[in-house]
Each structure stands twice: as C-alpha cells, then as structure tokens.
C-alpha cells in the first residue's frame, strides 16, 4: 500500500521560509519522477517542482531561484525549500509521483499516486 504523507507546511510571514517534506510508505523513488504540486482556493493545482528520474530538479518559473526541491534517500524523501514566501505561495501543498515513469509533466494527471497535503498560509 503506498503511501505519501507531507509535513512542514503552517503560516509564515512574507519574506519567511519553509521547509516541507514528504515521506514515503511502501514505496522508493528509484528512478522515478516525483514532484510537489500546490493549489490555491479557486485555482488549479500547478506543479512547483519536480525530481526526475535522472535526478535532475526542475521548477515553475513562479518560485525559481527560490524554490530547491531534494531527495532524501536515507530518509526515504522528498523536501521543499521554499524561500522568500509571498501571500501569492499560499496554497495547499501535495507531494506526488509517477510510479515507474522517470520523465515528468506539469499535468496533474500523469502522476498516480498523491499524498494529502500540508498547507501553507502567507501573510
């Protein structure tokens, strides 16, 4: 049964930062792709960023340059570090992968399996 559960999210100040995580049950990234998604009230769930299967990140032109997504294979993880945080990053976070597949998308769909999500309030 996998599993994805997030944590780390809460209210910031603007110009603050977090750092959120994702943890895996009954399941490894390997060589996946595995990203975080956000969604804000009355919007769509946007990719923030992602870790493909080569390992190599890519993020949404929105939080570039303040954004590092990471593995953390000990850990059996993913982390957000988001820095800088305007009221436009408030959002519900999820973390999510595309199990078996390594290359990634911006769509929503083509990742199966999501965890619940951690929400982050900026103000």
């Known amino acids: 049964h996998v599993q994805l559960v997030e944590s780390g999210g809460g209210s910031v100040q603007a110009g603050g930062s977090l750092r959120l995580s994702c943890v895996f049950f009954g399941y490894t990234p390997a060589r996946d792709c595995i990203a975080w998604f956000r969604e804000a009230p009355g919007q769509e769930r946007e990719r923030v960023g992602h870790?493909?299967?080569?390992?190599?990140?890519g993020y949404a032109d929105a939080v570039k340059g303040r954004c590092t997504i990471a593995k953390d294979i000990a850990k059996n993880s993913m982390v957000l570090q988001l820095n800088n945080l305007q009221p436009e990053d408030s959002a519900m976070y999820y973390c999510a992968v595309r199990s078996g597949i390594g290359w990634c998308t911006t769509v929503q769909r083509d990742y199966n399996y999501w965890g619940q999500g951690t929400q982050v309030t900026v103000s």
């Open positions: 870790i493909d299967g080569d390992g190599i990140a």
